[in-house]
Structures are given as C-alpha cells and as structure tokens.
C-alpha cells in the first residue's frame, strides 16, 4: 500500500512528454492572448482624444494601467515558463528545487513555486 501512494505521486509530479506539449501550448496561447490584450489596451489609450481622455474618470485610467501592469506581469511569467522549458528547467520549484506538481502546472502552467513554497511565500507577504 506504501508503494501505491508512492507511485501516485511519482505520477503527479512526473510530466511526460504528452504533459510537456500541452503546457507548452497552453503557454503559447496564454502569451498571444497577453499580447493581444496589451495591444489592445494601448490602442484604446492612443485613439482617445484630449477631450475623451478629460471626461474619463480616474478610477477607469486607474483600472486600464491596472490591467495592463497584470498583463504584463503574466506574460512575463509566460515568457519565463517556456524559457524554462527550451532549458530543461521546466516543473522545479525556485526556492526547495524539488518538482512542482502536474495538477499545479495544468492550473497554473507559468508556476514558479511548488504549492507549499507558494503558500509560505504569500504567508510571508
């Protein structure tokens, strides 16, 4: 029954090359739509005129550099992740070293952190 459990989470943590090529997909997918967004966003700041940008509200100018900071702090973790990837470094925890879960990577596909190292990163915040 030990080795079960052990098998179970060899499996969970162990990515195979059909895992690798989704993630790598999804990654692909998540950088083009952060890319689109961003494009999108400074198009929006750049057609709006003197008059048009008067009459916006500071919380709807707040809430624009908000979303493009976010954008592209994800698409630099993107970026990040498939970096990882062409190096072989993909799936390993920056702070213990040890393999970060399949179920975290299919969820969060650009994690940096295993799931306990995250939660003591955001503890410490």
Same mark, same amino acid.
């Given at each position: 029954m030990?080795?079960? %459990?052990i098998?179970?989470?060899?499996?969970?943590?162990? /990515?195979? &090359?059909?895992? $690798?090529?989704? +993630?790598?997909?999804? +990654?692909?997918?998540?950088r +083009?739509?952060?890319?689109?967004q961003? !494009? !999108?966003l400074?198009?929006? =700041?750049?057609i *709006?005129?003197? #008059? $048009?940008?008067? %009459? !916006?509200? #500071?919380s709807? /100018?707040?809430?624009?550099?908000?979303?493009?900071?976010? =954008?592209?702090?994800? +698409?630099a973790?993107?970026?990040?992740?498939?970096?990882?990837?062409? !190096?072989?470094?993909?799936?390993?925890?920056? $702070?213990? *070293?040890?393999p970060?879960?399949?179920? *975290?990577?299919? &969820?969060v596909?650009? #994690?940096?952190?295993?799931?306990q190292?995250?939660?003591?990163?955001? #503890?410490?915040?």
């Amino acid at each position: 029954m030990v080795n079960h %459990q052990i098998i179970d989470d060899d499996r969970s943590t162990t /990515l195979s &090359i059909e895992d $690798l090529v989704a +993630l790598r997909e999804n +990654l692909h997918e998540q950088r +083009l739509f952060r890319q689109e967004q961003l !494009q !999108q966003l400074s198009a929006a =700041a750049t057609i *709006r005129t003197d #008059a $048009l940008r008067a %009459q !916006q509200t #500071a919380s709807q /100018l707040e809430v624009r550099v908000k979303l493009t900071a976010s =954008a592209r702090m994800v +698409l630099a973790d993107v970026e990040a992740a498939l970096t990882r990837m062409d !190096q072989g470094r993909y799936g390993t925890c920056h $702070l213990c *070293r040890g393999p970060i879960s399949r179920e *975290r990577l299919v &969820i969060v596909p650009q #994690a940096r952190y295993c799931a306990q190292c995250q939660q003591v990163r955001e #503890a410490s915040r």
